[in-house]
Every structure is written in structure tokens, then in C-alpha cells.
């Protein structure tokens, strides 16, 4: 199962340094049934990328408790991954998904990172993120902001000189 893990830069350099990673509260975002009926029509690539937009608003969760730490880069990460130990749970919302364990580099399909120019909106984003899901209009507006920027695509080897270059 492809499962999108939201990320933080921080998690990407242990990824890299450790071979593996425990994703936060192990949850993660995919295609699941629920998800599936969820929307009147969408092929399967429609509805992956709707759990990957979901992994990278949780992603910007993940930025705003890290907030404090200054070396923590403002972009929003997302790891797609392919498991089998991915169980859906519907209970806390339709594209969710928990993880028995942690994940290796080798399961790493892809990773989405955003690009410097959208650091600005997603520092913002992290933190009115909870206002926003919460219905607060101007949160949302920012939220906007930071969602209008596309993530960039890296395959898995580029991963290494990716982090070089930040």
C-alpha cells in the first residue's frame, strides 16, 4: 500500500542518517476504502493525491511543534512510502492509516518537499493550522497560501543531496 507520512526536514536527516524512521504516532494518509467512498468519482491517482494533501497539512502540525527550534526548516515534507503493515482507521478520518513499526529508507518511494519560496506561507500556515480546520476564515485564507505553493518531487536516492543543499 502507498501510505504518505507527514515529515518535518529534521525527520528526512534521520531517515537519511539511520537507514529508518518512526513516524509520528505512527499514522500516516492513503487510499483507503473509506476514502474511496468518500468521493462521488476520481481514479486512483485523483484520490493519492488528496492523501498526500492531507499528509502535508499534518506535515505543517508537525512544523508548528518544532517551531522553537531555529534549525527546523519551514517547508512542508512528505514521504511516500510503500508498506504492508498499514492498517486504515476510518475512526479518525477517511484517508488515515496507523503503522505497526517504523519504516526503512528502502520502502521510501518518493519524498515531496516544498521549495524555499513557500517558507514565508508555511511558517504562517503552522501556525494557524488547528484555526483553519477549526472554520476560522482568515486561518484559512493563510492556510491557502501555503497549500497554493506545489510540493517538489524527489526520488529516493536524491534524498542525500537534497539535505546537502539546504
Known amino acids: 500500500m502507498r501510505v504518505y507520512l507527514p515529515g518535518t526536514i529534521g525527520m528526512l536527516r534521520r531517515l537519511v542518517a539511520d537507514g529508518r524512521l518512526q513516524p509520528p504516532g ?13 468521493y ?8 493519492e493525491y488528496v492523501a498526500l494533501l492531507d499528509a502535508a497539512r499534518a506535515s505543517l502540525r508537525l512544523i508548528g511543534a518544532a517551531e522553537e527550534d531555529a534549525k527546523e526548516l519551514p517547508r512542508r515534507v512528505v514521504i511516500s512510502v510503500d508498506v504492508e503493515n498499514a492498517t486504515p482507521r476510518p475512526d479518525l478520518d477517511a484517508p488515515v492509516v496507523k503503522l505497526s513499526g517504523p519504516i526503512s529508507y528502502e520502502d521510501v518511494a518518493a519524498v515531496h518537499v516544498d521549495a524555499e519560496e513557500a517558507e514565508e506561507a508555511v511558517r504562517a500556515a503552522a501556525r494557524v493550522v488547528d484555526a483553519a480546520d477549526l472554520g476560522d476564515p482568515d486561518a484559512e485564507f493563510v492556510l491557502g497560501e501555503a497549500e497554493d505553493h506545489e510540493l517538489a518531487w524527489y526520488a529516493p536516492q536524491e534524498l542525500p543531496f537534497l539535505l546537502d543543499l539546504l
Open 26 to 38: 505512527g499514522t500516516g494518509f492513503a487510499l483507503t476504502p473509506a476514502l474511496r467512498e468518500s
Open 40 to 47: 462521488l468519482s476520481g481514479d486512483t491517482e485523483e484520490l
